[in-house]
């Protein structure tokens, strides 16, 4: 395909000295493997529950309320530790060593900025800039990932701010905000495309509301491309990837948006998840809403059904005129993990969830891998393979999540620890998986 795309653009592309586009990653010929780092600069009441349950207060359900309900020296310490221990320089070796090439960085608008009212700590610039020489120092390049907006893009708690419906796209001064946060994120790294390779405008706007979100988005994602592209104030060009986000769209929405030669070095972002087709949190049930020619909507699926649903994925994947990367997966096939629909919401499989339909125990299938059959590590080595090998019909993938403190089967560093997750992402067991 890319062979083809570059003889489409030929001479137009390479047309002078100015236009030429050099990113930091042969994204066209060489495949992303990497991981994100999900939790640390953004929390997520999921990935560290115990943050959430120390502070005793069932209304701290988010990274916005953590500031605005706890007291502040005790909240500042807190996340002080937290983003000091939660990701390190050893997690970066770590994540070299197992063959990996790309980690995804999430953080939140107000680690740039905090307006009147806003309850958010600040001190998350350093840590960034740490992950960038960390990455630096083990060859690995980062995305940074600008994953909750003001007003909130999703209405996720991993926006920062948990709401029933988000208000990022209905007030112009939020996006005008986020313009702000894009240019200055491009500005404090251009020029440093061979790490920094990728800048991502905003994870996982609510697109399944439709053009009241998909129109202001759009345009947004315009302006993206100009901040991200051109951060110097002249002509001069960055050799940054503008990363856009599918906002829950099929992929045939986006045919032609972005594209050569009257934009360069533009990738979409695809996020896949068979969690649960009984919605289960709002990020994960509008995948099975909006992309149900992915996923089976049986909340029964057997082991085999995921594995074939996700084999199912690779014409799509294989036929963008955009790079493609699938940024999130996991091999997790429940919503067991603790919060995984919220602090204080329960499951939908065991039926904890109000109003849900219980399917089968938690017991054995989240927490702590001692806990795991053996039968059931040997499924998530082969839902693992049969995802890496689909979604290598694309550009690539970014595993979600690296670490996690009580739900392993999200987590790769669990998965290596305990052998679903091999040494070297190549190092196949079952090639022939997906036939």
């Excluded at 390479?14 to 600069?41: C, I």
């Excluded at 036929?319 to 602090?343: H, K, Q």
Aim: hydrophobic share 35%; charged share 10%.
């Amino acid at each position: 395909m890319h062979s083809a795309f570059l003889a489409l653009v030929g001479l137009s592309l390479f047309h002078s000295v100015s236009s030429q586009f050099s990113p930091g990653f042969p994204y066209g010929s060489q495949k992303v493997r990497g991981v994100n780092l999900g939790g640390w600069l953004v929390l997520e009441p999921w990935i560290t529950p115990s943050i959430f349950d120390n502070t005793g207060n069932p209304n701290i359900v988010d990274e916005w309320t953590f500031g605005q309900y706890y007291d502040r020296a005790t909240a500042t310490n807190v996340l002080q530790n937290h983003w000091n221990t939660w990701i390190t320089q050893n997690d970066f070796a770590n994540i070299a060593a197992a063959g990996l090439n790309h980690v995804r960085l999430p953080i939140g608008y107000w680690a740039f900025e905090v307006g009147p009212g806003e309850p958010y700590i600040q001190g998350q610039l350093p840590y960034l800039q740490n992950a960038v020489q960390w990455a630096s120092q083990y060859g690995l390049k980062l995305i940074v990932d600008l994953h909750g907006a003001p007003g909130s893009q999703n209405g996720y708690d991993n926006s920062g701010h948990r709401m029933s419906y988000p208000t990022w796209q209905s007030n112009q001064t939020n996006i005008a905000r986020t313009d702000a946060i894009i240019k200055q994120i491009a500005s404090m790294f251009a020029g440093q495309a061979n790490v920094v390779s990728i800048i991502a405008p905003l994870n996982e706007p609510a697109g399944y509301y439709g053009s009241s979100v998909l129109t202001p988005l759009r345009q947004y994602y315009y302006d993206s491309y100009g901040n991200i592209r051109y951060p110097y104030g002249t002509s001069t060009q960055s050799n940054t990837v503008v990363l856009l986000h599918d906002a829950f769209q099929p992929l045939s929405y986006w045919d032609g948006f972005e594209t050569t030669p009257d934009f360069q070095g533009v990738a979409m972002d695809t996020h896949i998840y068979q969690v649960f087709s009984d919605a289960v949190c709002p990020k994960i049930e509008s995948h099975f809403q909006v992309l149900s020619r992915m996923f089976s909507q049986d909340v029964q699926m057997s082991w085999q059904s995921h594995i074939n649903t996700a084999c199912g994925t690779q014409s799509t994947l294989s036929n963008f005129d955009l790079w493609l990367m699938v940024g999130e997966w996991s091999p997790a096939i429940t919503d067991c993990a603790t919060y995984l629909n919220g602090r204080g919401n329960g499951a939908r499989y065991d039926g904890s969830y109000p109003g849900s339909t219980y399917v089968g125990s938690c017991t054995g299938l989240t927490g702590s891998a001692s806990t795991f059959s053996s039968s059931y590590k040997t499924f998530l080595r082969q839902f693992w393979e049969a995802q890496v090998i689909s979604y290598e019909k694309s550009n690539g993938w970014l595993m979600w999540t690296w670490k996690t403190e009580s739900a392993d089967e999200w987590s790769y560093m669990a998965g290596l620890q305990n052998g679903w997750v091999p040494q070297s992402p190549t190092d196949l067991q079952y090639p022939t998986i997906c036939g």
